[in-house]
T-cell receptor, first 112, second 112 residues
Framework: EAEVAQSPRYKITEKSQAVAFWCDPISGHATLYWYRQILGQGPELLVQFQDESVVDDSQLPKDRFSAERLKGVDSTLKIQPAELGDSAMYLC??????????FGPGTRLLVL | GDSVTQMEGPVTLSEEAFLTINCTYTATGYPSLFWYVQYPGEGLQLLLKATKADDKGSNKGFEATYRKETTSFHLEKGSVQVSDSAVYFCALSDFGNEKLTFGTGTRLTIIP
């Protein structure tokens, strides 16, 4: 069964450093999402791509966060500089353009 | 805006007990409703969904019925197992918008 891949699974960094997360969606899925899940809360959408285009980035803190999906396949989410409050689980999901989203295992980020 | 309110946890039950996790929603349109499950250290897995009023979603012994009149989508299972221990998230996506809005999650622990 095809799955969404994410790496790294865990990342520890110091504040003010740059971090990057990678996501490879299920093959053929046109829509890709990045969510942030703070401990004890539900995921919140950061950015949504349709192919290589951004559909919704209204909740993305654009002063420090950036996301790209250059060829409409895999995607990278970057934080620069990282802050203590960025410690969270970062989840990637994909869908074949429809309702059901399939989630990857996530990247757990700890900022010290 | 759209929102999802979940029964607060944690919830602890004995094996073979009956489970109900309450979920109510607020949406401007005609949402689709979902239950996702998150096992320790993993991403979210779709458990079940319903796309219109009176639909019943079911999977692995879990059920939830889309009740438009009470704006609810309560999760039920007749006899829980230790392996059901996880965090359960109720979510919605509004018609024409694939973005998922999640509740805060309910942690379920099943004791043998």
């Amino acid at each position: 069964e095809a799955e969404v891949a994410q790496s790294p699974r865990y990342k520890i960094t110091e504040k003010s450093q740059a971090v990057a997360f990678w996501c490879d969606p299920i093959s053929g899925h046109a829509t890709l999402y990045w969510y942030r899940q703070i401990l004890g809360q539900g995921p919140e959408l950061l950015v949504q791509f349709q192919d290589e285009s951004v559909v919704d980035d209204s909740q993305l803190p654009k002063d420090r966060f950036s996301a790209e999906r250059l060829k409409g396949v895999d995607s990278t989410l970057k934080i620069q500089p990282a802050e203590l409050g960025d410690s969270a689980m970062y989840l990637c999901a994909s869908s074949p353009s429809g309702e059901t989203q399939y989630f990857g295992p996530g990247t757990r980020l700890l900022v010290l | 805006g759209d929102s999802v309110t979940q029964m607060e946890g944690p919830v602890t039950l004995s094996e073979e007990a009956f489970l109900t996790i309450n979920c109510t929603y607020t949406a401007t349109g005609y949402p689709s409703l979902f239950w996702y499950v998150q096992y320790p250290g993993e991403g979210l897995q779709l458990l079940l969904k319903a796309t219109k009023a009176d639909d019943k979603g079911s999977n692995k012994g879990f059920e939830a019925t889309y009740r438009k009149e009470t704006t609810s989508f309560h999760l039920e299972k007749g006899s829980v197992q230790v392996s059901d221990s996880a965090v359960y998230f109720c979510a919605l996506s509004d018609f024409g918008n694939e973005k998922l809005t999640f509740g805060t999650g309910t942690r379920l622990t099943i004791i043998p």
